[in-house]
């Protein structure tokens, strides 16, 4: 059973995201499954092959933005020469990813194409990170696509733009508005499909329809529901109760850092057919380590012990993660706010008074600005000389918090690989007439076997139902749904010639291991009309 790509398809989605409102819909969508089609007819591609357990991975790239680079992570010690401005880490996932000891393969022989470079968005990592010979990728992006950094600024620490420091509300406004834009949406979808077409033709796998992408998402940085923290605020220069981190603030950037996962999820799934694969697991790690936690620091305003796992900004620069004991004397604000404001008298009107800094440096007006000064001033004075990489550092991940990414990256690459090309069709058989069950794991496993074999069964031999699937629904989840495929006529029009692009509504639609509720209209040109209802099962 080959991947069947369906020209110039027109897909109307209606996804639940998780924890959103019943009746939320997905805007319209340009059909993924057309344009894939397009790239890998003018590419010349083949259907994407699942690569054998036992292949040897000789080069691999880690690329994206700061969470793949692993800035600041865990000191200056561990800054990798030759970043170029990259601010690349030794304890960034990617790193300990690949010393761990069960890829395939000599170790000795494994070269990480370390491309990742803090501060990138998507055509960054399109233009100047993927390497001419891997066969396997995997990045993080987006964040910087929706300028997050500035949320954190106007909400949080409101360190520059001064004096009009864009609103809190209107920035997150913002952001919540482009996660729903088609636009943003469409430039997650080009960028993995742009690098899955570049992978596949640099010809760094063998063969190269087995090269595979996987894509991370994000970490909510909050405890959103205790209470510790509504009446604290984390500004640098002058303390008000106008930016305090109450849990409605906390829950909604927890929120938003949600939706961008779910997006860069669902893009994912869409291209899951041509080896795409979302990695999952590790933001569960990060329970009773977020900001605003009391299980991760009893000092809530300055969160600097190791049992917090993001950088604060009185994180003191040093080679652990922070001390165990009796809290941190080190101050990043102040420490910025004495070198770019020298008079004493000046400081004390901006810190007691909450006059505008920008009135004694203009700095502080602008980010651009401020980073520059950093810069500067750090080239200029050694003992302050980490100022920059601190500054950038803040709310990203401690090294031991990425242990957990690059464990579940390693164990989801592991089990993407097939074992062996030897199983019939009758191993991929669930039972005759056992409609019962067939997950997006069980599908993607049958397609494998059927895929080595070279064998062209059909969809329903593959569920196992037999005779008694044809024209009926083939369950897709444990008595929670159902996918019907029929003409107008209701009769069955080849369960086995959609049997692919069924599996890549499955894997769009799958939410936390579920198919949640959906319809989509489907019109193949010339004048094949499919209606897929995803239907519930009571």
């Known amino acids: 059973m080959k991947n069947l790509l369906l020209p110039a398809l027109k897909i109307r989605l209606a996804v639940a995201r ?24 003018s590419a010349s591609l083949k259907p994407y092959a699942t690569p054998l357990a036992t292949d040897e991975i000789k080069d691999w790239d880690a690329l994206g933005d700061s969470f793949t680079a692993g800035i600041g992570s865990n000191g200056l010690s561990d800054y990798i020469d030759g970043s170029n401005g990259c601010s690349r880490y030794k304890q960034a996932y990617s790193m300990q990813m690949n010393a761990d000891t069960r890829w395939p393969g000599d170790p000795a022989a494994r070269k990480l194409n370390f491309g990742a470079c803090s501060g990138n968005k998507m055509q960054d990592l399109l233009d100047n990170q993927l390497s001419d010979n891997s066969p396997l990728v995997v990045a993080t992006i987006g964040g910087n696509d929706l300028d997050f950094e500035a949320a954190i600024n106007s909400c949080i620490i409101r360190a520059h733009g001064w004096p009009r420091i864009p609103d809190c509300n209107s920035i997150l406004t913002g952001i919540e ?8 949406q469409g430039k997650l979808d080009k960028t993995l499909l742009s690098l ?40 640098w220069w002058w303390t008000t ?25 669902r893009s994912a799934f869409r291209l899951a057919n041509e080896g795409v694969i979302y990695v999952e697991g590790f933001q569960d790690s990060y ?17 600097t012990s190791p049992n917090t796992w993001f950088w604060a900004s009185d994180s003191p620069w040093s080679d652990g993660e922070g001390p165990t004991t009796g809290g ?44 520059a000064a950093l810069d500067a001033l750090a080239s200029s004075y050694p003992t302050i000389a980490t100022y920059p990489e601190q500054w950038h550092r803040i709310f990203y991940p401690k090294g031991t918090a990425y242990s957990h990414h690059s464990d579940a990256n390693l164990n989801t690459v592991l089990a993407h690989r097939r074992a062996t090309t030897t199983e019939t069709v009758a191993d991929c058989q669930k039972g005759s007439g056992d409609p019962t069950l067939i997950s997006q794991q069980d599908l993607q ?7 080595a074999k070279g064998d062209n069964a059909s969809f329903d031999n593959c569920c196992g139902g037999g005779a008694a699937m044809q024209c ?8 929670t749904a159902g996918v019907e495929l029929c003409g107008d006529t209701e009769q069955c029009i080849g369960c086995a010639r959609l049997a692919n692009y069924v599996q890549g509504i499955i894997n769009t639609c799958m939410v936390n291991g579920k198919l949640n509720g959906a319809t989509q209209d489907i019109n193949e040109k010339p004048g094949l009309s499919v209606l897929i209802s995803f239907i519930a099962q009571g």
């Not at 998780?18 to 819909?25: I, R, Y």
């Not at 508005?177 to 943003?184: A, C, S």
């Not at 109760?241 to 860069?264: A, S, V, W, Y």
């Not at 329970?287 to 000092?299: G, R, S």
């Open 445 to 451: 496993a049958c397609n494998d076997k059927l895929d």
């Open 196 to 235: 899955l077409v570049k992978g596949r033709v640099n010809g760094g796998a063998n063969p190269p329809e087995s090269f595979q992408l996987y894509v991370n998402g994000y970490v909510p940085f909050w405890n959103e529901v205790d209470t510790g923290c509504n009446t604290i605020s984390w500004e």
């Open 287 to 303: 329970t009773d380590h977020q900001f605003c936690d009391p299980k991760a620091d009893t000092n809530l305003a300055r969160p």
């Open 18 to 41: 998780p924890q959103a409102p019943a009746d939320s819909v997905l805007q319209d969508d340009i059909s993924l499954i057309a344009l894939i089609s397009s790239a890998v007819s």
């Open 177 to 184: 508005h482009k996660l729903q834009d088609f636009r943003f």
């Open 241 to 265: 109760e106008d930016h305090l981190l109450t849990t409605g603030l906390r829950k909604r950037i927890n929120d938003i850092i949600c939706e961008l996962n779910f997006q860069i999820k």
């Open 472 to 479: 009926g629904p083939i369950l897709a989840m444990q008595g």
């Open 328 to 371: 941190s004397n080190f101050s990043l604000p102040q420490g910025i706010l004495n070198a770019l404001v020298p008079d004493i008298v000046q400081r004390a009107s901006i810190q007691t008074q909450g006059l505008d800094p920008s009135q004694f440096s203009d700095a502080f007006s602008s980010k651009e600005k401020f980073e």
